[in-house]
C-alpha cells in the first residue's frame, strides 16, 4: 500500500544530540505536536529508520545519523463515522466506487484525523468492519488530497484483499486527465521512483527507486497549456505528477512540483489532476466493469481554455458494463 509522501519527515542528528535515545530527540524535535510514548510506539512498529533500518527505542544516536519517520495512527485513535456526502458512482453488495471531490483526504493522517474518506466510508456502510492497528478500513487504493476522481473501496475483509491483489497485479486499468504546463511527449514514460534524497517530503526519478510507468497521449494543446491523458500500469507515491515534472511539463497547480508563479499566474485552485476512468473485473462476479467521472467544474474551466469543444468529456457517463 503506497503512503501519502506528506506522512513522513525526516531529520538528521547534530552533535548536541549524539549520545542521546531515539524517542527522546523525537518527543523534543516534534513536542507541538506528539509524546514520547507516540513515538515509542512507531519505533515498535517499525515506522522509524534511522540510516535505512528499524531500531530500538532505547537507541543511542550518533551525529550525522538520518532518521526518517513514517506517521501513523495508534491502535486508540478514533475512526469516527462522519456523515459526509459521497458521490456514488457505482455499489453492490462486495464495493462501491465513489467520484472524490478535490481537497478530501483518503485516511486519517497527521493533520487530518477525520473528514477524511474513510470517516465518510464508515458511515455509508455500517457493517465495514475495522481490523486493529490499522486507519484504512476498506482501502484497496488512493488519491492524492488535491487529485479528485474514481476511487474503489471494499465493503468486506474478503473483497478488500481481492481488489488489492487486483491493483498489486496491474488488472486495474487508470486513466488519468492532467492540465499541464506545456505539451509532454506523447508515448511511455519509464522512470523508477524513490524519495527524494533531500527534499524528504518529495518523492523524484532515482535510479534505486521502485519501477513506474506511464502512458501520455496530448488531447489538446493552446500553446501554453495541454490536456493530456496519463494511463498508468504502476501506482507509485505521486507518479504522474512526477513524471510530467521529470518531462519538463508539470500539472498545473501542483503545488509541490510545479511552478508556483505560473500557477498563480492562471489562479489554479489545485493541482488539476482527475482519474476519469477506470475498468476492472469484479472478482466475485467476474463481470467486466467501466466507470468513467467527468472532471469537476474548476478543471473543465482550464479544459476548455485548451479545446473549446470539450463536451465529450462531460457527455460521457459511470458506467457499467
Not at 474503489?152 to 481481492?162: G, S, Y
Not at 497485479?169 to 492532467?178: C, M, P
Request: charged letters at 25%.
Amino acid at each position: 500500500m503506497n503512503t501519502e509522501a506528506d506522512d513522513v519527515d525526516s531529520l538528521i542528528i547534530t552533535e548536541e544530540e549524539a549520545g542521546e535515545r531515539l524517542d527522546k530527540v523525537l518527543a523534543r524535535r516534534f513536542s507541538e505536536k506528539h509524546s514520547r510514548t507516540y513515538f515509542q510506539y512507531l519505533i515498535d512498529e517499525h515506522l522509524i529508520l534511522v540510516n535505512g533500518s528499524p531500531v530500538k527505542k532505547r537507541t543511542k544516536l550518533q551525529a550525522g545519523d538520518e532518521v526518517e519517520v513514517q506517521f501513523a495512527a495508534t491502535p486508540e485513535a478514533d475512526l469516527s463515522p462522519e456523515a459526509i456526502p459521497l458521490t456514488i458512482v457505482y455499489e453492490d453488495d462486495h464495493l462501491l466506487v465513489v467520484n472524490k471531490p478535490a481537497g478530501m483526504v483518503v485516511h486519517p493522517a497527521p493533520g487530518n484525523w477525520s473528514g477524511t474518506f474513510v470517516n465518510a466510508l464508515l458511515y455509508h456502510c455500517q457493517q465495514l468492519p475495522v481490523p486493529p492497528n490499522t486507519n484504512r478500513p476498506g482501502i484497496v487504493h488512493r488519491l492524492d488530497k488535491d487529485t479528485s476522481g474514481l476511487l474503489i473501496a471494499a465493503k468486506t475483509l474478503e473483497m478488500q484483499q481481492k481488489l488489492i491483489e487486483l491493483f498489486a497485479s496491474r488488472q486495474v486499468y487508470k486513466e488519468y486527465l492532467a492540465v499541464c504546463i506545456g505539451r509532454p511527449p506523447d508515448g511511455e514514460i519509464q522512470a523508477p521512483i524513490g524519495r527524494h534524497p533531500i527534499l524528504r517530503k518529495q518523492m523524484a526519478i532515482v535510479p534505486s527507486g521502485r519501477p513506474a510507468i506511464s502512458f501520455c497521449k496530448t488531447l489538446g494543446w493552446n500553446g501554453k497549456l495541454s490536456l493530456v491523458q496519463v494511463v498508468i500500469a504502476t501506482g507509485r507515491t505521486h507518479q504522474i505528477r512526477v513524471h510530467l515534472k521529470y518531462k519538463g511539463t508539470p500539472v498545473l497547480g501542483d503545488a509541490l512540483y510545479g511552478q508556483n508563479p505560473l500557477n498563480l499566474y492562471y489562479s489554479a485552485p489545485h493541482q488539476l489532476l482527475h482519474a476519469a476512468k477506470l475498468r476492472f473485473q469484479h472478482p466475485v462476479t467476474k463481470e467486466q466493469l467501466e466507470f468513467f467521472a467527468p472532471p469537476p467544474p474548476e478543471m473543465m474551466r482550464f479544459i476548455r481554455r485548451i479545446i473549446p469543444d470539450s463536451s465529450y468529456l462531460q457527455d460521457e457517463k459511470g458506467k457499467k458494463e
